[in-house]
């Protein structure tokens, strides 16, 4: 193979990656995974900046998708109350919905996970089983939904918790 369809094949991988870890559970930690088993380290840094573009942009999209619209989905599944619990939390106020998430866990735990929640987003991305609340997709989608994660803040969380698995593959390419 030439370099110009290399380029193009390595450009396309990177655009279908983007697109589909930005997708809730459609397993794009793994696709970036295996794009860095078949390219190696050099192409680290254009997987860590796509799944923090798709992450990014998973957060963004939740904005446009009304609560009612994910309500009714939550009660097709069959999932009342999922569904009655996001209905609450879309109708209360911004400042409102910590205070929310807080309770709906008993005792003062529920405020330690509230209080910390970036360091418990961060924790979940790389947890093996995230994959039940739609994976790193699903959980920027809820974190941009749940209106409690500020954009910048998420961003900068994503952007740590994505990046040892291609900093450890950029290394060993470097070294």
């Given at each position: 193979m030439n370099e110009p369809i290399i380029h193009r094949f390595v450009m396309l991988a990177l655009v279908a990656f983007i697109i589909t870890a930005a997708?809730?559970?459609?397993?794009?930690?793994?696709?970036?995974?295996?794009?860095?088993?078949?390219?190696?380290?050099?192409?680290?840094?254009?997987?860590?900046a796509g799944m923090v573009l798709a992450l990014s942009l998973t957060y963004c999209m939740a904005a446009l998708v009304p609560v009612q619209y994910l309500v009714r989905v939550l009660s097709w599944l069959g999932l009342d109350k999922t569904s009655g619990f996001i209905a609450k939390l879309g109708k209360a106020k911004a400042d409102e919905r910590e205070t929310?998430?807080?309770?709906?866990?008993?005792?003062?735990?529920g405020s330690k996970l509230v209080r910390n929640r970036y360091l418990v987003l961060a924790i979940?991305?790389?947890?093996?089983?995230?994959?039940?609340?739609?994976?790193?997709?699903?959980?920027?989608?809820?974190?941009?939904?749940?209106g409690v994660f500020g954009f910048w803040p998420f961003v900068t969380t994503v952007s740590l918790a994505v990046a040892p698995v291609p900093f450890a593959f950029w290394i060993s390419y470097a070294g």
């Open positions: 997708i809730p559970f459609v397993p794009g930690a793994e696709i970036g995974f295996a794009l860095l088993l078949i390219f190696g380290g050099k192409a680290a840094p254009l997987v860590y929310i998430l807080a309770r709906t866990i008993p005792s003062s735990f979940a991305l790389n947890t093996p089983g995230n994959s039940l609340v739609g994976g790193g997709g699903g959980l920027a989608f809820l974190a941009g939904k749940s």
